[in-house]
């Protein structure tokens, strides 16, 4: 099975900063990967679909890089409705997916 | 619009079963395949199971194998998932999600949760 390796867990940050996150994949798969937001007590909100297209209606600050094995969430300027928990999502090997452990950005 | 409702939270005890519905509205059921999902508190997501409405396939957890069970009712427009000899570690709560065409074809409209307590 295909496991993804998400960093780092946590991190602070103050509004306004760049906000970078990572996620590796044990094997390569292509583009085929999402970046999802979850605010406690919510379902999932996709960010980012096929590793770097903005979904329809999340702001331009959000942005996706990657292909193969290494990929990237930046978040150019932080806002206060931004601070959330961070997965990244495998579906190359759909419908069996697999998700990132998670990054959690908080207040600094 | 679309919507996916789940059945209410429930608590059971460790070697009982849980089932858990999840009702479609408004698209064509058998159209969109669907995943289930959980989550246990302070965790990440992990992928459950699928079913295709449509033709009635499967594919589980290879960890849930053997106590999972994902059914379809195609005049109810309703999923069920049924998990067996349940433990305390799968308490969790637990998502089904319509897999569609948006940007891509792996959009997920999501049910709202059913919190699954496993305890003695």
């Known amino acids: 099975d295909i496991q993804m390796t998400q960093s780092p867990s946590s991190l602070s940050a103050s509004v306004g900063d760049r906000v970078t996150i990572s996620c590796r994949a044990s094997q390569g798969i292509r583009n085929d990967l999402d970046w999802y937001q979850q605010k406690p007590g919510k379902a999932p909100k996709r960010l980012i679909y096929?590793?770097?297209s903005l979904e329809s209606g999340i702001p331009s600050r959000f942005s996706g890089s990657g292909s193969g094995t290494e990929f990237t969430l930046t978040i150019s300027s932080l806002q206060p409705e931004d601070f959330a928990t961070y997965y990244c999502l495998q579906h190359n090997s759909y419908p069996l997916l697999t998700f990132g452990g998670g990054t959690k950005v908080e207040i600094k | 619009q679309v919507q996916l409702v789940q059945s209410g939270a429930e608590v059971k005890k460790p070697g009982a079963s849980v089932k858990v519905s999840c009702k479609a509205t408004g698209y064509t059921f058998t159209s969109n395949t669907i995943q289930w999902l959980r989550q246990a508190p302070g965790q990440s997501l992990e992928w459950v199971g699928w079913i295709n409405p449509d033709r009635g396939d499967t594919m589980y957890s290879r960890s849930l194998q053997g106590r999972l069970t994902i059914v379809r009712d195609t005049s109810a427009t309703t999923a069920y998932m049924e998990l067996s000899s349940l433990r305390t570690e799968d308490s969790a709560v637990y998502y089904c999600?319509?897999?569609?065409?948006?940007?891509?074809?792996?959009?997920?409209?999501w049910g709202q949760g059913t919190l699954v307590t496993v305890s003695s």
């Open positions: 999600a319509r897999s569609y065409c948006g940007g891509d074809c792996y959009s997920l409209d």
């Open positions: 096929a590793a770097s």
